[in-house]
T-cell receptor
């Protein structure tokens, strides 16, 4: 019979490689963006954020790049580890007084040892 | 310190029944959010509170859904006459301030309540 799958974009990398996860957003008024990591059975966990007046921000082993021209966001993870295996979501918050987060569909990252 | 906690972790109910889902935010956090996550999807906004008042409930799907936060801390999401389409993981999050663009505005999510409506 037909099965219903997650249909998540997936990325499989080898331990130690760099990972790049991409996200397209649609609201040109969004002025704040966040990447979350979600492990199975847990709530999303904040990784890194960036404001729209920036195009790059770095954290520990992670870098977020923002291209407002094409409304594209990416998360780069350096030296990917098995513990990085999870679903990664980008989220945007609209400008002004809009405090709601709108999440993308997510990307499943699998790190092979 | 303790994070956001949600109870129950799992709830199975029958179509037409009433359910309550509880969220205990991080102590001192003034903003509280409810999201719903279906399988393979990102979380979908339902409602958020600043203190005791619902600042924005535009994400509640219909009038069967209602949420309260009477003392500005614990919140309860209430669903009447549950339907099979309500089955999802209900996530609660809190933040120190409502303003997300400054330090302390990040959302901290709880583990969620998995609701299954048979």
């Amino acid at each position: 019979g037909e099965s219903v799958g997650l249909h998540l974009p997936t990325l499989s990398v080898q331990e130690g490689d760099n990972s790049i996860i991409n996200c397209a957003y649609s609201n040109s008024a969004s002025d704040y963006f966040i990447w979350y990591k979600q492990e199975s059975g847990k709530g999303p966990q904040f990784i890194i954020d960036i404001r729209s007046n920036m195009d790059k921000r770095q954290g520990q082993r992670v870098t977020v790049l923002l291209n407002k021209t094409v409304k594209h966001l990416s998360l780069q993870i350096a030296a990917t580890q098995p513990g990085d295996s999870a679903v990664y979501f980008c989220a945007e918050r609209g400008g002004g007084s809009n405090y709601k987060l709108t999440f993308g569909k997510g990307t499943l990252l699998t790190v092979n040892p | 310190g303790a994070g956001v906690s949600q109870t129950p972790s799992n709830k199975v109910t029958e179509k037409g029944k009433y359910v309550e889902l509880r969220c205990d935010p991080i102590s001192g956090h003034t903003a509280l959010y409810w999201y719903r996550q279906s399988l393979g999807q990102g979380p979908e906004f339902l409602i958020y509170f600043q203190g005791t008042g619902a600042a924005d409930d535009s994400g509640l799907p219909n009038d069967r859904f209602f949420a309260v936060r009477p003392e500005g801390s614990v919140s309860t999401l209430k669903i009447q006459r549950t339907e099979r389409g309500d089955s999802a993981v209900y996530l609660c999050a809190s933040s120190l301030y409502l303003q997300p663009r400054v330090a302390g505005g990040e959302l901290y999510f709880g583990p969620g309540t998995r609701l299954t409506v048979l």
